[in-house]
Nanobody
């Protein structure tokens, strides 16, 4: 079955960096575009970044443009999110999924940004 395992979250100071990983299984990873989402307490899930199946086309939410970078290694069925210049408003649980989305979601990885 389709599965996603997110990792790499943690506590970072404002201005700091974190690198998230998403390991996918249960489908042909290289055939699908992938997406990063985040959900902060009391807010709806928000699309953060997308990457096409080849890794060449990438899009970002306005709120993270210039600070976050999405990448993937198809041979490892893994997608990454490099987050730089973190802000307190980046704090959320981060999830990954494919495009089109699978009904299966991982546990997510918690990102906390605090002095």
């Amino acid at each position: 079955q389709v599965q996603f395992v997110e990792s790499g979250g943690g506590l970072a100071q404002p201005g700091g960096s974190l690198r998230l990983s998403c390991v996918a299984s249960g489908f042909i990873f290289g055939a699908f575009g992938m997406r990063w989402y985040r959900q902060a307490p009391g807010k709806e899930r928000e699309l953060v970044a997308t990457i096409d199946s080849t890794g060449y086309r990438r899009t970002y939410a306005d709120s993270v443009k210039g600070r976050f970078s999405v990448s993937r290694v198809n041979a490892k069925s893994t997608m990454y999110l490099q987050m730089n210049s973190l802000k307190p408003e980046d704090a959320a649980v981060y999830y990954c999924n494919r495009q089109p989305a699978s009904g299966s979601w991982g546990q997510g990885t918690q990102v906390t940004v605090s002095p």
